[in-house]
């Protein structure tokens, strides 16, 4: 059981990025690509290619290849996403990578202008938890797959969310996905001792998410408290939370598919 082992990335690793195009996503490739030996490879994933290309600028060095591929995740396909695991590895096979990293961090809100005792759109509903639940498990599974051989050098970190474990009126759709996703990690942790997995709680975070509450959430509250967090100055940077998941993640102390926040103790 590979349990509070210290992670070690100085070898080369292949490294992907899900929403890397921006935020939280855009600051954890930045941090994770200074960190990757060389001949490594990052597969960065979002729709926007200009910003993802943005980001690729970020991480590129002598020592890390990175590919920048747009696709929508919401609605790729199992076959979709495999060509594109596979096309970043053109060249090499699995066996030539020290680490083999995936970072679940894509996400979205969902509809914030309806209130919980109301919802009853079904086919919203999927569309949301086939980006923020479905499609994340169908990628997680096309990457497994290709590792599957080298199973031990598999770490994978899912950008999870206070909202997976404690409830936040007006956020009914955000809440209920996140807690399905960590809660499907913590599954596949259970089983696969293994793996090394982390379901890592970013905190409030200064990206565009929060500036989609402020405007969209009906629920007063939670608009308030959103509100007092950037006027307070109270939100953190990308830059400073990506440091600390880089730095929860190679300290692993975590335990499988543990939930560990910006705010716990060291
Ligand atoms: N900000 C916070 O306070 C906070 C707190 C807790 C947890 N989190 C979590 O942190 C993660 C990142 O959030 P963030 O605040 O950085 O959000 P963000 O700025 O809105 O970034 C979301 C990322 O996901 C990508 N994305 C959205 N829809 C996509 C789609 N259909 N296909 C492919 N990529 C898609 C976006 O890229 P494109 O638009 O280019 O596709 C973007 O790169 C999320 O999982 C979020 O739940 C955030």
């Known amino acids: 059981m590979a349990t509070s082992c210290a992670i070690d990335l100085s ?6 990025v899900s929403g890397a195009s921006q935020g939280i996503g855009r600051a954890i490739a930045v941090e994770v690509a200074k960190l990757l030996g060389p001949k490594s490879v990052m597969l960065l994933l979002a729709r926007n290619k200009q910003e993802l290309a943005i980001t690729a600028s970020l991480c590129e060095s002598p020592n890390v290849k990175v590919i920048p591929t747009s696709i929508d ?18 060249g090499y096979s699995p066996e030539d990578f020290a680490n083999s990293l995936i970072f679940h961090n894509v996400g979205s809100l ?7 005792f109301r919802m009853e759109n079904v086919e919203e509903l999927r569309q ?17 797959k290709i590792f599957e051989d080298v199973e031990d050098r598999v770490i994978i970190v899912n ?22 996703r960590e809660m ?22 200064e990206t565009a998410m929060i500036d989609y509450i402020v405007s969209e959430a009906v629920n007063e509250n939670l608009k308030d408290v959103f509100n007092s967090f950037k006027n307070q100055g109270s ?6 939370t990506a440091k600390k998941c880089v730095k929860v993640l190679l300290a692993g102390k975590f335990g499988p598919g543990e939930h560990v926040d910006f705010f716990d103790d060291e």
């Open 235 to 240: 939100l953190l940077k990308p830059e400073i």
């Open 128 to 144: 949301y938890y086939d980006l923020n639940v479905f499609k994340v498990i169908s990628l997680n599974t096309q990457f497994l």
């Open 110 to 116: 969902g509809n914030l202008a309806v209130e919980t």
């Open 11 to 16: 070898g080369s690793s292949f490294c992907v």
């Open 159 to 180: 950008i999870t969310s206070l909202c997976a474990i404690k409830p936040m009126g007006g956020m009914a759709y955000y809440c209920s996905g996140k807690a399905a």
């Open 73 to 90: 995740l919401g609605v790729a396909t199992e076959a979709e996403m495999s060509v594109v695991l596979k096309q970043a590895l053109k």
């Open 184 to 205: 499907y990690f913590k599954v596949l942790a259970e089983e696969k001792k293994n793996i090394r997995v982390l379901n890592y709680a970013p905190g409030p975070v």
